[in-house]
């Protein structure tokens, strides 16, 4: 399964808009890219998934260029409850496994 | 609350002995999946069930094994532990094998000592 790499933090302020970028060269072809957002004490949560061009659901943009080999989440307008962890994996479709980075601390800042 | 319940919440357990960790999926979710998350190593796929049967595996040890019952709860068995097995293990569950959204539990947290 492909390797994926991303920062290990960031920081923002309220209402910007956060773009977390996440790297996997060797994603094959009949991988998806999904995101999860995970709270202290808590299971990851499912954000986005994508296989190419954009994505967009009720709280997350999920941009992926043609050749796959990155992909970025986009969270418009952050509050400090966006606080997290975020996830970046690739998921294998046949067998729905994921294989996640090592997760990008995003801190929300008043 | 993601629908996934866990249990035990925390185990804390010596060298050398086994435990078992127990996962019910949302309902009607055919497919459950273990994963270990420690710091070192991240969040980790250890095995995948459908409906009963052994879908995937990962990177998971011979020491663990798992099984998916007929009421579609979940048990990952860890034997001979060792102080490296302390971690977070989460179980997710999702409606069908492929291209759906996984619902994580809660996790059990395991201190191996």
């Known amino acids: 399964l492909a390797k994926t790499t991303q920062p290990i933090s960031m920081d923002s302020y309220e209402g910007q808009e956060v773009n977390i970028t996440c790297s996997h060269n060797n994603i094959a072809t009949n991988d998806y890219i999904t995101w999860y957002q995970q709270f202290p004490s808590q299971g990851p949560r499912f954000i986005i998934q994508g296989y190419k061009t954009k994505v967009t659901n009720e709280v997350a943009s999920l941009f992926i260029p043609a050749d796959r080999k990155s992909s970025t989440l986009s969270l418009p307008r952050v509050s400090l409850s966006d606080t997290a962890v975020y996830y970046c994996?690739?998921?294998?479709?046949?067998?729905?496994?994921?294989?996640f980075g090592g997760g990008t601390r995003l801190m929300v800042k008043p | 609350d993601s629908g996934v319940t866990q249990t035990p919440k925390h185990l804390i357990t010596a060298t050398g002995q086994r435990v078992t960790l127990r996962c019910s999926p949302r309902?009607?979710?055919?497919?459950v999946y273990w994963y270990q998350q420690s710091l070192d190593q991240g969040l980790q796929f250890l095995i995948q069930?459908?409906?009963?049967?052994?879908?995937a595996k990962g990177n998971i040890l011979e020491r663990f094994s798992a099984q998916q019952f007929p009421d579609l709860h979940s048990e990952l068995n860890l034997s001979s532990l060792e102080l490296g097995d302390s971690a977070l293990y989460f179980c997710a569950s999702s409606v069908g094998g492929t291209s759906y959204e996984q619902y994580f539990g809660p996790g059990t947290r395991l201190t191996v000592t």
């Open positions: 309902s009607g979710d055919l497919s």
């Open positions: 994996g690739a998921k294998r479709d046949a067998g729905n496994m994921l294989t």
């Open positions: 069930y459908y409906n009963g049967e052994e879908r």
